[in-house]
């Protein structure tokens, strides 16, 4: 069983940033990818950012200048630091690892930019 657990989301001001953090726990034997997706009201869940084992990183073209993602292989742990936010950045962020055959996903974590 593998749990994520999600940090970091919040009320932030257009412009303004947060740091997501996601750590995973349990019977983990091998991690090929980590990352984030999204989900705004109304909206498919669509990809924001993600990472591979060998640090292969994979953004959405809306994030990309704006956003970055890292991990720390040891902790386990994912982060996205967002910068610049937008309005059209608000939905539920939720973690994902890849860890094959299988894919665990997070509770999600609200992040709001208002206007």
């Known amino acids: 069983q593998v749990q994520l657990v999600e940090s970091g989301g919040g009320l932030v001001q257009a412009g303004g940033s947060l740091r997501l953090s996601c750590a995973a726990s349990g019977s983990i034997f091998t991690i090929m990818l980590m990352g984030w997706y999204r989900q705004a009201p109304g909206k498919q869940r669509e990809l924001v950012a993600t990472?591979?084992?060998?640090?292969?990183?994979n953004y959405a073209d809306s994030v990309k200048g704006r956003f970055t993602i890292s991990r720390d292989n040891a902790k386990n742990t994912v982060y996205l630091q967002m910068n610049s936010l937008k309005p059209e950045d608000t939905a539920v962020y939720y973690c994902?690892?890849?860890?094959?055959?299988?894919?665990?996903w997070g509770q999600g974590t609200q992040v709001t930019v208002s206007s």
């Open positions: 990472i591979t084992s060998g640090s292969n990183t």
């Open positions: 994902i690892l890849y860890s094959p055959p299988t894919s665990y």
